[in-house]
Antibody, heavy 119, light 106 residues
């Protein structure tokens, strides 16, 4: 059974940093693109970033380039999102998702982790 | 960037109604479109991919159609479990979601 478990969320002050993790199990992690999607309170889904199987290609939504960094450790079956220079508008539930193949749609999602940026 | 626009934003309907949600892309995405259902406090659930292919385990009352820039999600007979928010997503270039359509009880 595919399982994705996010962690690392919490309360952080504006300008601060946070690193989210996503622990994957139940599939061959190194065979799939992985993605972060976020959802601000009461708002819609926003695609954030994705990373190729071997980490060699990474893509970001334009509005976040330079502040967020996606990475993965295939030996640990883990996906990460390093978030720097956080802003109030980054407050959201952050989901990790596994695609079907080659960066496509998402049959598998974690439960999400809440990041709150507030002073 | 490809923009996805859903309509309506909110839809009031009754059990048994036929419901249609529209999703428009700012440029052609062929059939690279998925639909998701999300309930409060839960992760999205994949319903349809490739514009019209039903995900395994999804009831047949859900169907999708369209190609190019215009797509629809139809629920043939709305059930109590279907009151939720629905999102379209293009995946021809990275991934962009529509803003969502909330289906509420009339």
């Amino acid at each position: 059974e595919v399982q994705l478990v996010e962690s690392g969320g919490g309360l952080v002050q504006p300008g601060g940093s946070l690193r989210l993790s996503c622990a994957a199990s139940g599939f061959t992690f190194s065979s799939y693109w992985m993605t972060w999607v976020r959802q601000a309170p009461g708002k819609g889904l926003e695609w954030v970033a994705n990373i190729k199987q071997d980490g060699s290609d990474k893509y970001y939504v334009d509005s976040l380039k330079g502040r967020f960094t996606i990475s993965r450790d295939n030996a640990k079956n883990s996906l990460y999102l390093q978030m720097n220079s956080l802003r109030v508008e980054d407050t959201a539930v952050y989901y990790c998702a596994r695609d079907y193949g080659s960066g496509s749609y998402y049959p598998f999602w974690g439960q999400g982790t809440l990041v709150t940026v507030s002073s | 960037d490809i923009q996805m626009t859903q309509s309506p934003s909110t839809l009031s309907a009754s059990v048994g109604d036929r419901v249609t949600i529209t999703c428009r892309a700012s440029q052609s995405i062929s059939s690279w479109l998925a639909w998701y259902q999300q309930k409060p406090g839960k992760a999205p659930k994949l319903l349809i991919f490739q514009a019209s292919t039903l995900e395994s385990g999804v009831p047949s009352r859900f169907s999708g159609s369209g190609s190019g820039t215009e797509f629809t999600l139809t629920i043939s007979s709305l059930q109590p479990d279907d009151f939720a928010t629905y999102y379209c997503q293009q995946y021809i270039t990275l991934g962009t979601f529509g803003q969502g359509t909330k289906v509420e009880i009339k």
